[in-house]
C-alpha cells in the first residue's frame, strides 16, 4: 500500500493511504482527543443518473433519487441493520447523499475498531429485495413530501429548476414519487456495483488512533473486487438561464428567497484555487464586514440569516444568497449595484485583507474538532487536494482574481427564487 505524509505549517500532519484496489485511505492522528470520527464514502450522488462502467462503451440510465435510495438500503442486511449493531457498540452513526457524494459515518469514544469493523462490514455488503425495495418506496415517498413542504429546500430547488435546464443538479436529491417507483432491486445492484467499488471510494479517519494500524485494520477488511472503468454522461447544459424569476407560497411567517449567479463550467469541476477565490470574493461583497452587508442589516433588507455560497460541483457551478427578506427583488438590486461599484471602483485593500483573515481564521478552526477534519478530508478525497493547501491558496488570491470571480455575477445570469407566506 503506498502511503504519504503530508505536512503542515501547524505542525500537524496526516496520512495519506493509495490502497491497490484503488481506495484512498486519510487518517489525521489526534492524540490528545477522546473521540474518533470515521467516514466510508463514494464518489456518487443524485446528478449520476447516466454512466457507463465499462470505459464509456455502453452508457446507463437511472431514475431519478436512486444514489439515495441506494444509501437508506444499505443499511439493511438478512440479519437485521447497522444501527442496531452500533446499538451495542455505543457508537452515534449515520449517512448522507449530497449532489456528488454518498457517505456512511459514525464517532465514538471507545470500541473504535469495533465500530469500524462494522462500518466497512455493511457497506461492502448490500441485500436488496422487490420486497424491501417496495417497502422503502413509500418510506421514501412520504420524506419527498415531507421537503415539499420545506420552505429552505424549496427555496433552493426553485432556483435550480429555473436555472438548469439540462443537469441533474435541478432535481430533489432524493428524486421524485414518480421517479423512485421505477426503482428496482435489480437497478440498485447496477448502481452498487458501478459506484461503490473500491477504486472510487475513500476512507477517512480522525481521532485518537494510530495511522498504520487504521491502514492495515481496513485493508484486512476489504473484499477483493476488480476496478470499475466509470464514465459519467455529460448533459450539455446550456450558459442561459432558464427564467430569472420564480415563486411560491408556503407557511412562512418571512418570504424566504435564494439568488443565484449561474457560472460557466469550462471543465468538469472547479480547482481548490478556484473554490478560494471565489470564497473570498464573496466574503469581500457581502461578508460579515463588508459594506453591503452592513447597508443591508441596516435598511432592514436582511437578519442574521443571510448566507452567501460558492455551489459548484461535476458540471456545475452557482455563486447563492439566500436568507430572509420582506423585498427580496431590492436585496438582489443591493448586491448587484455592489458588485458593479467594486468592479469600477476597485477593492479596498483593508477590506481584501479582513476578508482573508476570516477565511484563514475558519481553516485553522477546523482542525479542533475530528467532525471538522474528517469532512475536510472527504473534500481532499473527492477533488484531490491537500487539506493544508488552503492558507497558501487564500495568500496568492489577488484583487484582479476577486474582481474576475466579480464580473461572474451578472443579472443575465441570476435567478431570483421566493418562497411568500400564503396569506
Known amino acids: 500500500m ?18 491497490p484496489s484503488g481506495l484512498k485511505i486519510f487518517v489525521y492522528e489526534k492524540p490528545d482527543y477522546s473521540s474518533n470520527y470515521a467516514v466510508f464514502g463514494t464518489k456518487y450522488g443524485s446528478i449520476d443518473t447516466f454512466f457507463s462502467k465499462d470505459g464509456g462503451k455502453n452508457f446507463v440510465s437511472v431514475p431519478e433519487g436512486i444514489a439515495h435510495f441506494l444509501e437508506h438500503k ?4 438478512e440479519e437485521g441493520d447497522a444501527f442496531s449493531r452500533y446499538a451495542v457498540t455505543g457508537a452515534s452513526a449515520n449517512a448522507y447523499t449530497s449532489f456528488d457524494r454518498t457517505c456512511y459515518l459514525f464517532s465514538c469514544s471507545d470500541r473504535f475498531y469495533d465500530n469500524l469493523e462494522i462500518l466497512l462490514d455493511f457497506v461492502q455488503h448490500p441485500y ?12 421514501i415517498g412520504q420524506e419527498i413530501r415531507m421537503y415539499d413542504d420545506s420552505p429552505s429546500w424549496r427555496v433552493l430547488f426553485n432556483m435550480l429548476q429555473a436555472m438548469y435546464e439540462k443537469h441533474p443538479v435541478r432535481i430533489d436529491i432524493a428524486g421524485t414519487v414518480e421517479s423512485i417507483s421505477q ?25 485518537n488512533v494510530k ?37 411560491a407560497y408556503l407557511e412562512v411567517a418571512v418570504p424566504q428567497f435564494c439568488l443565484g449567479f449561474k457560472e460557466k463550467c469550462d471543465q468538469p469541476e472547479k480547482t481548490a484555487q478556484q473554490r478560494v477565490e471565489m ?8 461578508g460579515d464586514c463588508s459594506p453591503l452587508y452592513k447597508r443591508l442589516i441596516d435598511l432592514e433588507l436582511i437578519n442574521d440569516e443571510f448566507e452567501t455560497e460558492y455551489f459548484t460541483g461535476s458540471g456545475y457551478a452557482c455563486v ?6 420582506q423585498e427580496p427583488q431590492q436585496v438582489k438590486e443591493e448586491i448587484l449595484r455592489e458588485v458593479n461599484r467594486l468592479i469600477d471602483d476597485g477593492i479596498d485593500s483593508q477590506l481584501l485583507c479582513t ?13 479542533n474538532s475530528t467532525e471538522n477534519i474528517a469532512s475536510q478530508m472527504i473534500e481532499c478525497a473527492m477533488f484531490d487536494f491537500n487539506m493544508f493547501d488552503e492558507p497558501d491558496l487564500i495568500a496568492n488570491v489577488t484583487e484582479e482574481k476577486v474582481i474576475g470571480c466579480l464580473k461572474a455575477l451578472c443579472e443575465e445570469k441570476s435567478v431570483l427564487s421566493v418562497i411568500a407566506p400564503k396569506n
Do not use: W
Open 128 to 139: 436488496f429485495t422487490e420486497q424491501t425495495v417496495k417497502k422503502e418506496q413509500g418510506i
Open 279 to 286: 470564497g473570498v470574493a464573496l466574503e469581500v461583497l457581502a
Open 211 to 247: 495511522a498504520d494500524e487504521v491502514a492495515d485494520f481496513v485493508d484486512k477488511h476489504l473484499l477483493d473486487v476488480k476496478p470499475v472503468d466509470i464514465v459519467r454522461g455529460e448533459f450539455n447544459e446550456s450558459e442561459e438561464i432558464k427564467q430569472s424569476y420564480t415563486k
Open 320 to 325: 447563492m444568497f439566500s436568507g430572509e427578506s
Open 74 to 77: 444499505l443499511f439493511e442486511s
Open 355 to 367: 476578508a482573508k483573515r476570516a477565511m484563514y481564521g475558519d481553516v485553522v478552526r477546523r482542525f
Open 183 to 207: 426503482i428496482t432491486d435489480k437497478l440498485l445492484y447496477e448502481c452498487y456495483d458501478t459506484f461503490y467499488n473500491l477504486s472510487n471510494m475513500f476512507v477517512c479517519v480522525a481521532g
Open 2 to 19: 503506498k502511503k504519504e505524509i503530508i505536512k503542515g505549517r501547524f505542525g500537524e500532519d496526516y496520512v495519506k493511504y493509495l490502497h
